[in-house]
């Protein structure tokens, strides 16, 4: 069964720093959605993107973050300086049709630390 | 805005015990319900949905869960439960409307089975 795959799976990173985080979507979905949990939060919902563009997002998604598509495979979340309150787990989740109803298939995370 | 409350964050059972998690969300339009389990190492991944017909829903591994639109909750149950149970659940909503758009989560309960 396909799956949504994430890369790395754990990342540490100084203060300050750009980080990326990977994503590749299930193959034929066109909807995809970032999420981060910090550590004994809430799942979070950052953003959404369909047809090269952001969809929705939230108040946390600030200037701090982009989203793109580089290819025709990757999805990334680029956090261009880290602070110390982005270390979180984040999940990348896509599905085929962005309909309210329809299932969010998540990766497995990146859990990403700043020091 | 959606907000989702789980009102336990840890539950310990026995095998063969029955569960009921409970979950009540706050918002004043129509919802699509989710619950999502993360079994230790692995990714979210959907346990059953609600969007319409139907208020109790069946979903995978026995288990159920019951709308009921006039208590704004959507419990999760499962009449005996397992080892393999063990887990963290996520209740979820997202409202019905147009485009792509984050679902909201809960905190999450981390159940464990004691065998």
């Known amino acids: 069964e396909p799956e949504v795959t994430q890369t790395p799976s754990h990342q540490v990173t100084q203060m300050g720093q750009e980080v990326i985080l990977r994503c590749v979507p299930i193959s034929n979905h066109l909807y995809f959605y970032w999420y981060r949990q910090i550590l004994g939060q809430k799942v979070e919902f950052l953003v959404s993107f369909y047809n090269n563009e952001i969809s929705e997002k939230s108040e946390i998604f600030d200037d701090q973050f982009s989203v793109e598509r580089p290819d025709g495979s990757n999805f990334t979340l680029k956090i261009r300086s880290t602070k110390l309150e982005d270390s979180a787990m984040y999940f990348c989740?896509?599905?085929?049709?962005?309909?309210?109803?329809?299932?969010?298939?998540f990766g497995p995370g990146t859990r990403l630390l700043v020091l | 805005a959606q907000s989702v409350s789980q009102h336990n964050h840890h539950v310990i059972l026995s095998e063969a015990a029955s569960l009921e998690l409970g979950c009540n969300y706050s918002y004043g339009g129509t919802v699509n319900l989710f619950w999502y389990v993360q079994y230790p190492g692995q990714h979210l991944q959907l346990l059953l949905k609600?969007?319409?017909?139907?208020?109790l829903v069946k979903g995978i591994k026995g288990f159920e869960a019951e709308f009921i639109k006039s208590k704004f909750s959507f419990n999760l149950r499962k009449p005996s439960v397992q080892w393999s149970d063990t887990a963290e659940y996520f209740c979820a909503v997202i409202s019905e409307g147009g485009g792509a758009d984050g679902l909201t989560f809960g905190k999450g309960t981390h159940l464990i089975i004691q065998p």
């Open positions: 609600y969007f319409s017909g139907d208020p």
């Open positions: 989740a896509s599905n085929r049709q962005g309909m309210r109803q329809e299932t969010q298939y």
